[in-house]
């Protein structure tokens, strides 16, 4: 059972794609723009 968590758990982090947060990248936008 514990071993099928696992498993689930990783397939669901691989799958989901890494959405960029918005507030880092303005941050990032206003030191680049200064």
Sequence with gaps: MEGKAMIRNTSIIIKTPPQPS????MESYGLMKG
């Excluded at 918005?22 to 990248?25: A, D, G, K």
């Design 22 to 25: 918005p507030e880092p990248n």
